[in-house]
Nanobody, 128 residues
Framework: QVQLVQSGGGSVQTGGSLRLSCTAS????????MGWFRQAPGKEREGVAR????????YYSDSVKGRFTISQDSAKNTLYLQINSAKPEDTGTYYC?????????????????????WGQGTQVTVSS
């Protein structure tokens, strides 16, 4: 499976912005479902954004729609998550994930268990 290495994250005040990066060890610009998940203490890991790399189709949870943007740089094998208008409820550990076997029609609702490659996680803290 492809290896994923994350960077970015940190602390930001409410309304601020952050960008997370996730670099893959192999070519992921075709036929990959990739996503960003987050996990707050005591809560389950939830999907916030996904992209099917072949088509570039993107999917967002209702809680982040209009504020977060998932994108890819195929030349760098890198996935990004731009966080704008951050809210305290965005606080958590963010993970990127990828899987070659998830079809495009399912990518929008793929669960954490469906992904076989994960980044190491990065903390995002939004203070009020």
């Amino acid at each position: 499976q492809v290896q994923l290495v994350q960077s970015g994250g940190g602390s930001v005040q409410t309304g601020g912005s952050l960008r997370l990066s996730c670099t893959a060890s192999a070519y992921t610009a075709s036929n990959y479902c990739m996503g960003w998940f987050r996990q707050a203490p005591g809560k389950e890991r939830e999907g916030v954004a996904r992209i099917y790399t072949s088509s570039g189709s993107t999917y967002y949870s209702d809680s982040v729609k209009g504020r977060f943007t998932i994108s890819q740089d195929s030349a760098k094998n890198t996935l990004y998550l731009q966080i704008n208008s951050a809210k305290p409820e965005d606080t958590g550990t963010y993970y990127c994930a990828a899987d070659y076997g998830i079809e495009g029609t399912y990518c929008s609702r793929a669960y954490p268990v469906d992904f076989r490659s994960w980044g190491q996680g990065t903390q995002v803290t939004v203070s009020s």
